[in-house]
């Protein structure tokens, strides 16, 4: 059996505004209909051998990539959340320690989720061999053939052919001993890499025997397995994932904190002498810029890439998008340009690389842009702020069926509540004072009805379809949300 290993923790802060830290490109539909969480998960559908995946990300996406699983009918055996991160090493020392408890013969593929692949049976075919020289306790990665000089990647250079057994013999110039990693190069470098047909580029994908890569890595960095072992078996008393209310597992805060930080490349690939490297071309690329977009994009005849409500005139070789209003561009030329219901991004379309340095900007501001949207996704469905003041804020709330929430203890001030879509109850908290006690008030589409945040209110959805209503509260703290989980 193979078990795919989502890697899904990343922040892709390279295409802000449309990325950010609680809403990081993996969880976005860059390239179609699905996000690329999905896509990486919905492109093994047809390979035989994979089983259910184990996601490893961060608590503060947990109900977001739940959502998204759940929107393609996936169930993973698990949700792994890191409370920091500690880079791939321990994200796979955690994994492989799950996987061998499953099954001592498992192999795990290690995916990043933000990739794009183009050419899913090629892919496919590169697994099916991959899976041959992991199960022979081989460790395999996938190295890019790549089409041009790229300078953001890091590069393997291909050793001696590598083949199963010597009766395999067509499998020889498939495979390779790594000779060795470099690192990113300058443009020149990367040209005469290119020329010699000699590197590929790193993509970050393995697969392994788990038992074998936790070998290794007992052998090479301890340290990563001690501390893993001990944030799994640790009980931080918090939801586990063996709770069907919670398909989570969380790692121990403290246990895992003393984790050292380390790619799998430095722990382990740089040194075992176990390493291969199976070629991969198959319309790779990890997107990590508004240009790498502007390549695989849909282009019209001026060379434009256009998504939303945009109007150009004279404008040539751009990205141009839209999210939220009307974008007009006149007589421009090699540009990003990126609005979204609360920023902007102007580029030119070679510099989006250095989208970072503004995010870094903004992050020593403490702005908010940098961290969530104004819709925000939380485990009862969504919030998203329509407009707010010093005391007072307008939302949508979006209020999944079977779902409640409470008014939380510090609530303060009005709320008033215009029905849109669905039914709901709204009705007093057990153990409201008693001369705060009302009537349960039936919600429908439509309606309309306003009370005191300090009475206790329970809100509920009692339909089969999301209930949505806009809010406007006065008179409260717009720092702290006044409604939480019931």
């Known amino acids: 059996m193979i078990i795919p290993v989502i890697l899904a923790g990343g922040s892709g802060t390279r295409l802000w505004p449309l990325s950010r830290q609680l809403y990081p490109k993996q969880l976005l539909a860059l390239t179609g209909t ?16 994979t089983g259910p995946p184990m996601i490893i990300g961060n608590e503060n996406q947990r109900f977001l990539v739940a959502r998204q699983l759940a929107d393609i009918n996936i169930q993973p055996y698990a949700i792994f959340l890191e409370p920091v991160g500690r880079n791939t090493a321990p994200a796979v020392a955690v994994a492989a320690l799950k996987a ?15 990739h794009l692949i183009a050419d899913v049976a090629a892919f496919h075919e590169a697994l099916g061999l991959a899976a041959k020289f992991a199960d022979r306790e081989f460790l395999v990665t996938f190295g890019i053939v790549p089409d041009r000089p790229e300078t953001g990647y890091g590069y393997i250079r291909k050793g001696d052919p590598a083949s199963l057994e010597k009766a395999q013999t067509d499998l020889e110039s498939e495979a390779y001993a790594i000779r060795e990693f470099v690192e990113k190069p300058d443009a020149e470098t990367a040209r005469q890499y290119l020329s010699s047909g000699e590197y590929c580029w790193n993509s970050g994908m393995f697969m392994f025997k788990a038992e074998t890569v936790l070998a290794e890595l007992r052998r090479y960095v301890p340290e990563i397995v001690a501390a893993c072992e001990n944030a799994m078996n640790m009980n931080p008393g918090r939801p586990k994932q063996d709770q069907p209310e919670q398909a989570f597992f969380y790692l121990d805060p403290a246990a895992f904190q003393v984790c050292p930080s380390d790619s799998i490349d430095y722990a382990v690939m740089e040194k075992t002498d176990r390493g291969i490297m ?4 198959a319309g790779w690329d990890d997107l990590g810029s508004w240009e790498a977009l502007w390549n695989i994009g849909e282009k019209d005849d001026a060379g434009n890439v256009v998504e939303g409500d945009v109007v150009c005139v004279d404008v040539k070789n751009s990205l141009i998008q839209s999210h939220s209003r009307l974008v007009t561009v006149l007589g421009l030329r090699n540009l990003a340009v990126v609005e979204t219901p609360d920023a902007l991004l102007v580029s030119s379309l070679s510099g989006t690389q250095g989208v970072k340095k503004i995010v870094d900007i903004l992050k020593a501001d403490r702005r908010a842009e940098t961290r969530t949207f104004p819709r925000e996704v939380r485990s009862w469905g969504t919030v998203a702020l ?19 929430l409470r008014s939380s203890a510090h609530a303060r001030g009005t709320g008033a509540w215009t029905i849109v879509q669905g039914v709901g109850r709204l009705s007093s908290a057990n153990g409201a004072n008693t001369g705060n006690l009302f009537q349960p008030i039936e919600l429908s589409a439509h309606q309309s009805c306003s009370l005191s945040l300090e009475q206790g209110l329970v809100l509920e959805n009692t339909g089969q379809a999301p209930l949505v209503l806009i809010e406007v509260a006065a008179g409260i703290q717009p720092e702290r949300d006044h409604w939480e989980s019931a």
């Open 278 to 281: 199976v070629p991969l071309d």
């Open 386 to 404: 329509l407009e707010k003041g010093r005391d007072f804020q307008v939302r949508k709330i979006t209020l999944d069926p079977g779902q409640q």
């Open 34 to 49: 699905h996000t690329m969480i999905q896509n990486t998960l919905l492109r093994l559908a047809n390979f035989d051998q």
């Open 100 to 114: 061998a408890a499953l099954d001592p013969g498992a192999l795990i593929l290690v995916l990043p989720a933000d």
